[in-house]
């Protein structure tokens, strides 16, 4: 950069406490995840004068990656406080020929956050996460994960140079098992499901020995569920500052479809953005083997019922979400819809992203584009709205999920003959 002038940033967060998402009740800037009153998740609340005094001008003027919207986080606004590998900023693809395929005659994107350091969506909440959680004095990093969050806290650690410990199903993909035990840490199979890895992560960091350590998921949650919301921010910066008709969103626990909202509703408060006309709708995609909050929402009621995951999505495999309820609050407030999709679905959906736009996702992102086919087809989404779906996670870290369908399409005797022979030369 060359400009003499440095763009003005927020040296102090925005943030004033936690609240309780289901009574209200206030709580210090701390590190809790539940209501010592309702047991209701907490949230950070904001001063939300400081958040109108960002300017599109110092968001621009920040850097290429997800701090440049440090004045609507909760930490990280000195840059030599943050715990980072300095994600975001992917790419938002232009998406023609999937738009035909699927049947929508309007703009379609491709949100795609395989392109992170390292390849999911999870970079983002845990750059905030540990950020907020070494500011609280942690010293140790760890979480409960379904493999792209072990993937992150991970790498996030080595970089800081700090001890983590991550905890995982044992049946997760090879692929994400290497893909986080090559950074170092200490990596904890559990025979059980994500919901059991995760209860047992919520009886450890109750105790002595894991007093200095920070479950991003856990006990910092509420921290790490806002680095979401950049998901949504960035989308708008892309488009020049608009908020799309309509985004469809992969859900595990629903916490990242509740961020992506509640960025849209913060661009518009703080005016950044103007609310597009008939506003936003969002729209949720879970799979077939783990749909807890997409039977739900069809079934007209707020009650979820856990499930026991089974299916190719792994990464969406919780059966018990901690945020359904909000995800089914959203989407019912905007006049969006959920659904899922089947393994097979998933299968055709990840080669169809992969065939119409070059981007290879994995499971979470085949879900998400065979639930996009599927809302379209139902009339659920509007053909004729710009929408926005989100790629959350990378195909090589899943390639199993196609890796009996796809292949050399010949095999030929290295010579012209072979070639004329396979009818590569007419
Ligand atoms: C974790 C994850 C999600 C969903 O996250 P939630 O906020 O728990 O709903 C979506 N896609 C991928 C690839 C993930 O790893
Ligand atoms: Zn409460």
């Not at 990464?315 to 959203?330: F, V």
């Amino acid at each position: 950069m060359t400009s003499a002038v440095s763009a003005p940033t927020a040296t102090s967060s925005p943030a004033t406490g936690l609240v309780c998402r289901a009574c209200g009740a206030e709580y210090p800037l701390i590190a809790q995840h539940a209501c010592y009153e309702c047991f209701g998740p907490l949230e950070v609340a904001y001063d939300q004068a400081a958040l109108a005094r960002v300017t599109r001008e110092q968001i621009e003027a920040g850097p290429q990656n997800i701090w440049r919207y440090a004045g609507l986080l909760p930490a990280g606004q000195d840059p030599a406080t943050r715990v980072t590998l300095d994600p975001g900023l992917t790419p938002l693809v232009s998406a023609p020929a999937l738009a035909a395929a699927v049947g929508l005659r309007a703009p379609l994107w491709v949100k795609d956050d395989s392109a992170n350091p390292t390849h999911s969506f999870k970079d983002r909440v845990v750059s905030v996460a540990l950020t907020a959680a070494r500011g609280l004095g942690f010293t140790r990093f760890a979480c409960a994960s379904t493999g792209n969050l072990a993937n992150s806290v991970a790498a996030h650690a080595a970089r800081a140079g700090a001890p983590s410990i991550v905890f995982i199903p044992s049946d997760l993909e090879q692929g994400k098992v290497i893909t986080t035990a090559v950074y170092g840490g200490e990596l904890v199979a559990i025979e059980g499901s994500y919901d059991d890895v995760n209860r047992l992560c919520g009886e450890l960091v109750e105790t002595d020995e894991f007093e200095d350590t920070a479950f991003v998921n856990v006990n910092v949650r509420p921290f790490y569920a806002e680095g979401s919301k950049t998901l949504g921010y960035e989308v708008a910066e892309q488009l020049g500052w608009r908020i799309p008709a309509q985004v469809v969103i992969p859900m595990a626990s629903g916490e990242l479809l509740t961020k992506v909202d509640k960025a849209f509703s913060e661009l518009v408060e703080a005016g950044l953005v103007e609310a597009p006309e008939g506003g936003w709708k969002v729209f949720g995609a879970q799979s077939a083997g783990c749909n807890p909050i997409a039977t739900a929402l069809q079934a007209g009621t707020d009650e979820i019922v856990p499930v026991k995951p089974t299916g190719i999505a792994k990464s969406l495999n919780i059966g018990d979400p901690a945020a359904g309820a909000y995800a089914i609050e959203a989407v019912r407030r905007t006049g969006g819809w959920m659904d899922y999709a089947d393994d097979d679905e998933i299968r055709a959906g990840i080669r169809l992203l992969a065939e119409t736009t070059g981007v290879f996702a994995e499971t979470a992102g085949g879900t998400t584009v065979a639930v996009l086919k599927k809302l379209v087809e139902s009339g659920k989404l509007d053909p004729e709205k710009e929408t926005v779906v989100y790629n959350t996670g990378e195909g090589l870290k899943t390639l199993d999920a196609v890796a009996e369908q796809v292949g050399p399409t010949h095999r030929i005797k290295p010579s012209l003959r072979g070639a004329r022979e396979a009818g590569l030369l007419g």
